[in-house]
């Protein structure tokens, strides 16, 4: 007998002779309330809700199976095939350099056309995991009933399998519009609005194929939404001096029509700003932030790191933020879009340039609130703008 089933016994047996045991026995309702006890203490094996992680979170709130709730639709519970079918989607699109933004929303299509069901048959003669018409040009049947080859259609770009016509999602600037309006560009469906109640659960799925945990980058509390926040932006354009509270903007060196974007700086102060925390957006007031992290080993998610041309405080040029499993989010430089680097302290490029850490969010409260005010203690509000 396991610990779980021990204790949910003796929970049962002292509520029964507390008094409550008669009606409880007479109602057969005590393997109900088991499965309550159970329940409560992590019993249930299967998926279920994440847990308050924001739609879109590229991660994986674990469980034997994907299980969540679609408004409109019900539930869904994302089986071993569908997760593979998923899976292949999901790595046709790193190949392709893809950013988290554009697998969800592949994810997304393919969950609204076939519930990533590679299906023989649909509307008129569309086939596939994104029922994808041969009469529209994506290919034969046999070609877009592999899941490979209509993966490479969908994101379309140098992997295009069936150029130039129908054109795939990087035929389009994707980045600046919504998740379920940049499906709907490559899909042309006669229900745009579909799409976008997948976002949550694809968000999910990529994270189960990518292997992120949410308990691995600490999605609770303000730590969660301050990371949320940023990877909200994955494959947003470099601006210079770009981004503020509502997110990416227009400047100087990136007028319009170029799209809005941000620099290293705006990016975290953008996610800061989504839990109340005011970060000038300013490399060398952020380096003044918070607490100090002297060690890059001993970084928390959320914390900022910070990377010096001479290993002096007055060569901070860059700032990005720490996403746990030795991985980080930032804004590279112009010409580069918003990303996540892997592998860190493996990377001689980024360790001969760290200078150290900043941990704006209070330990042990998930907040970085002061109680008087809207801003964590410490943070300097003004001073110039500089970085690359």
């Known amino acids: 007998m396991d610990k779980k089933t021990l204790i949910v016994i003796v929970l049962v047996c002292a509520f029964l002779f507390s008094g409550g045991g008669l009606f409880l026995a007479g109602s057969g309702a005590i393997v109900a309330m088991a499965g309550v006890f159970n329940g409560s203490l992590g019993g249930s094996k299967g998926g279920g809700s994440s847990g308050g992680v924001p739609p879109g979170t590229v991660c994986d709130p674990g469980g034997e199976t994907l299980k969540e709730h679609i408004p409109g639709y019900?539930?869904?519970?994302?089986?071993?095939?569908?997760?593979?079918?998923?899976?292949?989607?999901?790595?046709?699109?790193?190949?392709?350099?893809?950013?988290?933004?554009?697998?969800?929303?592949?994810i997304m299509t393919a969950l609204q056309e076939s519930k990533l069901e590679n299906i023989r048959g649909g509307d008129r003669d569309s086939v596939g995991?994104?029922?994808?018409?041969?009469?529209?040009?994506?290919?034969?049947?046999?070609?877009?009933?592999?899941?490979?080859?209509?993966?490479?259609?969908?994101?379309?770009?140098?992997?295009?399998?069936?150029?130039?016509?129908?054109?795939?999602?990087?035929?389009?600037?994707?980045?600046?519009?919504g998740k379920g309006q940049a499906a709907q560009k490559v899909q042309a469906s006669a229900f745009p609005e579909a799409y976008d109640k997948w976002e949550s659960l694809a968000g999910k799925i990529v994270g189960r194929a990518k292997d992120i945990k949410c308990t691995d980058v600490g999605l609770e509390g303000d730590v969660g939404k301050v990371i949320a926040a940023a990877k909200r932006w994955i494959g947003t354009p470099y601006c210079w001096a770009g981004g503020d509270e509502k997110g990416p903007t227009n400047e100087e060196r990136c007028p319009p029509p170029m799209p809005p974007g941000f620099d290293c700086s705006g990016l975290m102060h953008h996610a800061y700003a989504q839990v109340g925390i005011s970060l000038y957006p300013y490399t060398g007031n952020q380096w003044?932030?918070?607490?100090?992290?002297?060690?890059?080993?001993?970084?928390?998610?959320?914390?900022?790191?910070?990377?010096?041309?001479?290993?002096?405080?007055?060569?901070?040029?860059?700032?990005?933020?720490?996403?746990?499993?030795?991985?980080?989010?930032?804004?590279?430089?112009?010409?580069?879009?918003?990303?996540?680097?892997?592998?860190?302290?493996?990377?001689?490029?980024?360790?001969?340039?760290?200078?150290?850490?900043?941990?704006?969010?209070?330990e042990g409260s998930g907040s970085g609130k002061d109680s008087g005010g809207t801003q964590a203690a410490g943070i300097p509000l003004i001073g110039p703008r500089r970085e690359i």
């Open 74 to 106: 019900g539930w869904h519970t994302v089986d071993k095939q569908q997760m593979a079918n998923a899976a292949v989607i999901v790595h046709v699109g790193e190949a392709t350099k893809i950013p988290e933004n554009g697998l969800i929303i592949a």
């Open 129 to 177: 995991l994104f029922q994808q018409r041969p009469s529209a040009g994506w290919g034969s049947i046999d070609e877009i009933m592999d899941p490979n080859y209509s993966a490479k259609a969908f994101f379309g770009g140098p992997n295009h399998p069936a150029p130039p016509n129908p054109p795939g999602l990087l035929a389009y600037k994707w980045e600046t519009m």
């Open 288 to 362: 003044e932030a918070g607490t100090r992290v002297h060690n890059y080993t001993d970084l928390k998610p959320g914390d900022l790191m910070f990377w010096s041309s001479d290993g002096t405080v007055p060569g901070i040029h860059h700032v990005s933020m720490y996403l746990g499993n030795d991985s980080m989010i930032h804004a590279p430089r112009t010409g580069k879009n918003v990303e996540i680097v892997t592998e860190v302290s493996k990377n001689s490029y980024w360790m001969n340039q760290w200078i150290g850490g900043s941990r704006i969010l209070k």
